[in-house]
């Protein structure tokens, strides 16, 4: 099959929908009716509600037409204008939004970036938060602009529902809507009209007029109809314009003296019908198979007609047709636009195209029908239109040619992380084909690898495996299969702690996967680094990983950008906290760049945990403050991170009730997501509680939480619910608990010694010698504690002893430590003098780390500015005041302000004046 390369913001977008369609070349001028679609203010909404074919389409294409032509006098009435036809299979909100957003894009490209952020994010969101976004942005768009729902009757999403009627309440004013509809929209609409904020347009509006009639048909036919005819045939359409167009055309095909009269003699009640059959059955044959066999498709061009059709069907009035299908009247109308296929594109008026579709199942069988399908299918994709292709295939009941569509949109959904359109795809897979081609069975295992929901993962893969060892061909390359078959059996070893089986199992991934696939690689790499670190050693790990990123030519893609994660996180395992910082900026720099939020919001927690392990609070704050502002565009995994750790960050700066209003937001959110309270979330409430001298509470959990020691996390989690009640009873000092401490502390030293992870061995050590403490073996408490130093030294780890209290401080004046760690143990005490003092720590430089190993990635030597600070940093160069920076952008002053702290970090400047000289030195404005 032919591939594609798709941008995430474009896949999945059928393009037709946003394309207007063309006024017909012969349009009666109505100055009258147009006038009542008014949108200039205070109107902000304009319903166009009539039955099929009174001209409500027309109506509004006309008016947008006059506000776009040059010579129009009302300037303030010249507004861009953007369309979107409501599909009748649209009932999912996210896959609306994106419509709506590609449609807005047209006319102002840059708008709405959060909202796009949302509705092609990893993590979980909820309507009302993308509704509430959505809303924000528009309201602060620049410039007024008409946004048009086409075929609104279509709509039966209850989110799209909820929206609208969220913006009756608070419209965000720079849009005008119109809504073109059959039928009244389920919405209040009492208020707006109470206010004068409606055109409200009907079918009593749309009606012809004596007059309009009797000038429609003389335009149309070039006839003098008479009186008494018009009188008649307004008697019959009531006004009707499609019914005064079939007059119209059933004139043309009739001898000069026929008249009006004659054409409706026969008084049919379905006036459209009999009128169309009359016109029908006056077209050749091969007109009407032709015309039969085009109304299977939505939209079309010429090409694609061609495709559908044999050469007995191509008779002259058919190439006619072609040949002339601009002027061409049999209500088909052009729509505004090219496709890719370089074509114009044409849409049949759906009273007429739904007459010809009850013909085409009475004329063809079928199975003809469904060859028909076939074709369309096969020609879509051959024009890389896959979102038309699986329609026309889906009609087709063509199971291999769905197989072969669903494969090729699934990998290019799942290589882009769409995991929302993936989702969407895959309900689409039938059993049939997961037992006919095992990668649909692994498709369905990266769903489950996604969302973390690993359960499954060993019963699909034990499925596709016993597909492949079966007689049945599999038309798939093998080789991929086997590459994702092992990395599945390489996660599974390396959580179930048999990392050198991971190790090579990870590394046969890598072996086998195409060079293609870059999420699948990059997940490869990732995991093939950890289980390397684990089971050897970090150096080793480290190595592998700095020479496989310098070999990649493109260190831009998802597959080069993990493998900065990576090295991000062993070296925060390993203890060496500056090069984890090194690289975790490297990634965020990456991630930023390339829009992946996900890996954003990762390099944003290693970020936050290192600058809060050195006890510069105020730059933890700001990196957990950035994740949390992206809470709604990644996983919920990911944003307990955030929660928890600004959470944390803010009680030892002591804003107490703002670090328990953050936890409080925390398990709202998870009970909103997952109908309850996660452990670590309840960890990390009972943790703040603590720090509050709050803790019998937490006692009383400590004593009754009896689960089983978990592993090491590998995310730089703050507490595993295991290691947070070991803090508790160790604390609490009861001679009863030491047991229960000594078991907790020996599971946690020996995964973290297993698995290489030396920060948490070093917080092993660390708790053990409390412990040892409590029980009066001082002497064996200090030798562990100075073990743990050593550990922490090097990556400057202060808060990890300052957050265990005035236990640990006694035991560390106590210590004699060696040479190479007195510095290091003269801080930690310096931390705990200030805080008993009630001082404010100060942010100060790391001292004594290492350099980073220069073979390997390197920072750019300054950091690259976010799109929303080089917008600052333009309006810092010209002499404005903060305030009005923040009015000009739409945000807060506190949000200036700290953007203008971020341009100064990045650009290692310290004042505004040095960053817009560095600025304009090197290229940035």
């Given at each position: 099959?032919?591939?594609?390369?798709?941008?995430?913001?474009?896949?999945?977008?059928?393009?037709?929908?946003?394309?207007?369609?063309?006024?017909?070349?012969?349009?009666?001028?109505?100055?009258?009716?147009?006038?009542?679609?008014?949108?200039?203010?205070?109107?902000?909404?304009?319903?166009?509600?009539?039955?099929?074919?009174?001209?409500?389409?027309?109506?509004?294409?006309?008016?947008?037409?006059?506000?776009?032509?040059?010579?129009?006098?009302?300037?303030?009435?010249?507004?861009?204008?953007?369309?979107?036809?409501?599909?009748?299979?649209?009932?999912?909100?996210?896959?609306?939004?994106?419509?709506f957003i590609a449609a807005l894009r047209r006319i102002i490209p840059e708008a709405c970036p959060e909202t796009v952020k949302l509705v092609y994010s990893k993590g979980e969101v909820v309507a009302d938060s993308i509704s509430l976004v959505l809303t924000n942005e528009l309201s602060e768009l620049p410039q007024r602009f008409v946004m048009v729902f086409d075929d609104f009757h279509h709509a039966s999403c209850p989110q799209l529902q909820k929206l609208l009627t969220g913006w009756l309440r608070h419209w965000p004013l720079p849009m005008h809507l119109v809504i073109i509809s059959r039928t009244q929209p389920p919405l209040a609409l009492s208020g707006l009209k109470g206010q004068g904020k409606i055109n409200d347009i009907r079918s009593r509006d749309l009606r012809f007029s004596p007059q309009e009639a009797e000038d429609y048909i003389r335009l149309m036919t070039k006839r003098d109809p008479g009186e008494k005819p018009i009188a008649d045939l307004l008697n019959y359409t009531e006004g009707w314009v499609a019914g005064l167009k079939l007059v119209s055309i059933a004139l043309n095909q009739t001898s000069a003296d026929q008249d009006i009269e004659s054409v409706l003699s026969l008084g049919k009640q379905d006036i459209f019908g009999y009128l169309a059959d009359e016109v029908f059955d006056r077209m050749t044959a091969p007109m009407q198979r032709f015309l039969m066999k085009v109304s299977i498709l939505n939209d079309f061009c010429v090409s694609l007609c061609l495709a559908l059709v044999d050469e007995d069907d191509l008779d002259e009035s058919v190439k006619y047709l072609l040949d002339n299908i601009h002027n061409v009247d049999l209500f088909i109308t052009a729509l505004q636009g090219k496709e890719e296929c370089n074509e114009d594109w044409f849409r049949m008026h759906h009273l007429m195209r739904n007459l010809l579709q009850k013909r085409l199942l009475i004329s063809f069988n079928p199975e003809q029908v469904r060859a028909l399908h076939l074709r369309a299918a096969n020609w879509h994709i051959g024009c890389n239109q896959f979102n038309q292709a699986l329609e026309h295939a889906l009609k087709a009941e063509n199971s291999d040619l769905l197989a072969e569509i669903l494969d090729q949109m699934i990998f290019e959904a799942?290589?882009?992380?769409?995991?929302?359109?993936?989702?969407?795809?895959?309900?689409?897979?039938?059993?049939?084909?997961?037992?006919?081609?095992?990668?649909?069975?692994?498709?369905?295992?990266?769903?489950?690898?996604?969302?973390?929901?690993?359960?499954?993962?060993?019963?699909?893969?034990?499925?596709?495996?016993?597909?492949?060892?079966?007689?049945?061909?599999?038309?798939?390359?093998?080789?991929?299969?086997?590459?994702?078959?092992?990395?599945?059996?390489?996660?599974?070893?390396?959580?179930?702690?048999?990392?050198?089986?991971?190790?090579?199992?990870?590394?046969?991934?890598?072996?086998?996967?195409?060079?293609?696939?870059?999420?699948?690689?990059?997940?490869?790499?990732?995991?093939?680094g950890l289980s390397l670190q684990s089971c050897e050693n970090a150096q080793k790990a480290i190595a592998g990983l700095q020479q496989s990123y310098r070999d990649l030519d493109n260190k831009n893609n998802s597959h080069a950008i993990r493998h900065l994660f990576a090295l991000a996180l062993i070296y925060l395992h390993d203890g060496d906290l500056k090069a984890s910082e090194h690289y975790a900026r490297l990634l965020l720099d990456k991630a930023r760049h390339n829009k992946l939020v996900q890996q954003e919001g990762f390099a944003l927690a290693i970020l936050g945990f290192v600058n809060y392990q050195w006890n510069r609070l105020n730059q933890a704050e700001e990196w957990y403050q950035e994740l949390y502002e992206i809470r709604l565009f990644i996983t919920i995994m990911l944003n307990r991170q955030g929660y928890i750790g600004l959470a944390i960050v803010l009680q030892a700066l002591g804003r107490s009730k703002e670090a328990l209003d953050m936890i409080n937001e925390l398990t709202d959110l998870e009970l909103e997501h997952r109908g309850q309270v996660t452990e670590v979330a309840q960890v990390g409430r009972l943790r703040v509680l603590t720090s509050q001298d709050q803790g019998k509470e937490t006692e009383k959990w400590a004593d009754e939480y009896l689960k089983p020691f978990a592993d090491v996390l590998l995310l730089p989690n703050f507490e595993d619910p295991q290691i947070f009640k070991a803090r508790v009873l160790i604390a609490r000092n009861n001679p009863k608990d030491q047991s229960i401490i000594r078991e907790i502390l020996e599971k946690y030293l020996s995964t973290a010694a297993e698995r290489n992870i030396n920060r948490c061995k070093a917080e092993a050590l660390a708790l053990s010698a409390l412990a040892e403490m409590n029980e009066g073996n001082n002497s064996k408490a200090r030798d562990v504690l100075i073990e743990s130093l050593e550990l922490a030294a090097r990556g400057n780890m202060i808060r990890l002893y300052l957050d265990l209290g005035p236990q640990m401080e006694e035991l560390l004046k106590q210590v004699v430590p060696a040479a190479e760690i007195t510095e290091f143990v003269q801080e930690i005490l310096a931390a705990f003098a200030e805080s008993s003092a009630g001082k404010a720590v100060a942010d100060q430089a790391v001292k004594g780390q290492p350099g980073i190993n220069t073979d390997g990635p390197e920072l750019p030597f300054y950091e690259n500015l976010s799109l929303r600070e080089t917008e600052v940093l333009r309006l810092m160069a010209e002499a404005v005041s903060l305030q009005e920076i923040a009015n000009r952008l739409f945000i807060t002053y506190a949000t200036a302000k700290r953007h203008t702290v971020n341009i100064y970090s990045k650009l290692g400047v310290h004042s505004r004046w040095e960053a817009v000289a560095f600025a304009r030195e090197n290229g940035i404005i």
């Open positions: 099959m032919k591939t594609k390369t798709v941008s995430p913001q474009g896949f999945g977008i059928l393009q037709t929908r946003l394309h207007r369609p063309n006024l017909p070349g012969s349009l009666l001028p109505r100055p009258g009716l147009i006038k009542l679609l008014d949108f200039d203010s205070p109107k902000v909404l304009t319903l166009v509600i009539a039955p099929a074919g009174f001209g409500k389409t027309t109506l509004v294409g006309s008016r947008l037409d006059e506000m776009q032509c040059p010579n129009n006098s009302m300037k303030t009435d010249s507004l861009p204008s953007a369309w979107l036809a409501i599909d009748e299979t649209d009932n999912d909100f996210i896959f609306f939004l994106r419509h799942l290589d882009s992380e769409d995991l929302l359109l993936m989702d969407h795809l895959m309900q689409f897979v039938t059993a049939e084909m997961s037992s006919a081609n095992p990668q649909f069975l692994l498709y369905k295992a990266w769903q489950k690898f996604n969302r973390w929901d690993i359960d499954e993962i060993n019963d699909i893969i034990r499925q596709a495996e016993k597909i492949m060892k079966s007689e049945k061909p599999v038309s798939v390359n093998q080789g991929s299969l086997s590459g994702q078959l092992a990395f599945f059996k390489g996660f599974l070893a390396l959580a179930s702690n048999s990392s050198p089986g991971a190790v090579k199992l990870f590394a046969k991934a890598l072996d086998s996967i195409p060079t293609r696939w870059n999420y699948i690689r990059g997940q490869a790499v990732f995991w093939h």
